[in-house]
Nanobody, 125 residues
Framework: QVQLVESGGGLVQAGDSLRLSCATS????????MGWFRQAPGKEREFVAH????????YYADSVKGRFTISRDNTKATVYLQMNSLNSEDTAVYYC??????????????????WGQGTQVTVSS
C-alpha cells in the first residue's frame, strides 16, 4: 500500500510560480513511475506530467510543456511539480498518482492505482 500526500497549492496571480510536492509512504516508492493529473471545475481529470521510476524519462501534456517540470527524489520518496508562468487555465485540483497498471499508457488515469487527496491551485488573472 502506498499513501500519497500533496502539498504546495495555493492562490497565486497569473505569471507566478508554484512548486507542488507529493510525499509518499512505503518502501517501494522508487519502483513506481509517478504522474500528476489535474481536474478543473466541471471538467474531467486530465494528464499533466509523468516521470519514470528512475527519473530518466519525463512526459508532459502539450498545455504545460515548457512551463512545468516534474522531478523526483527517491531518497525522500517525493515527487515534485514545478509550475511556472501560471495562467487561469491552470486553475484546478492537482493530484499525484503512482503507476501500477502496466497495460495503460502514462497519460491514462487507469494506469494509476494510488492517488493522493489533491491540492488546490487557483490562478487569478
Amino acid at each position: 500500500q502506498v499513501q500519497l500526500v500533496e502539498s504546495g497549492g495555493g492562490l497565486v496571480q497569473a505569471g507566478d510560480s508554484l512548486r507542488l510536492s507529493c510525499a509518499t509512504s512505503g518502501r517501494t516508492f522508487s519502483t513506481y513511475a509517478m504522474g500528476w493529473f489535474r481536474q478543473a471545475p466541471g471538467k474531467e481529470r486530465e494528464f499533466v506530467a509523468h516521470i519514470s521510476w528512475s527519473g530518466g524519462r519525463t512526459y508532459y501534456a502539450d498545455s504545460v510543456k515548457g512551463r512545468f517540470t516534474i522531478s523526483r527524489d527517491n531518497t525522500k520518496a517525493t515527487v515534485y511539480l514545478q509550475m511556472n508562468s501560471l495562467n487561469s487555465e491552470d486553475t484546478a485540483v492537482y493530484y499525484c498518482a503512482a503507476k501500477t497498471n502496466g497495460p495503460y499508457m502514462y497519460y491514462d488515469s487507469r494506469a494509476f492505482g494510488y492517488w493522493g487527496q489533491g491540492t488546490q491551485v487557483t490562478v487569478s488573472s
